[in-house]
């Protein structure tokens, strides 16, 4: 249920400086966006799996805290990721 390397490389590509720049709390984010996007997929397939229902509680709260501090960091770089990515805060 992980991210491929083809998505993980075209998220990069679009969020990132370059193609290495996985550090990056955009593309952190984006990449957190991916995973909670086949997380509640798999939750509403399979509803009776616990696991993957807290894993998506987990990456939810993870997103949230990179956001909050994105926010502190850079405001209208959170903005536009906010509008980019289609979460709504």
């Known amino acids: ?24 709390s955009r593309v952190q984010i984006a990449l957190l966006t991916e995973r909670i996007k086949q997380l509640t997929a798999h939750c509403k ?15 939810v709260g993870s997103r949230r805290k990179m956001l909050k501090y994105l926010q502190r960091t850079n405001l209208e770089g959170y903005r536009a990721l906010i509008k980019e990515l289609g979460i709504r805060k």
């Open 45 to 59: 397939a399979f509803p009776k799996d616990a696991g993957a229902s807290r894993a998506l509680l987990k990456v």
């Open 1 to 24: 249920m992980a991210l491929t390397k083809e998505t993980t490389a075209s998220v990069v590509g679009k969020f990132g400086a370059n193609a290495n720049d996985t550090g990056n």
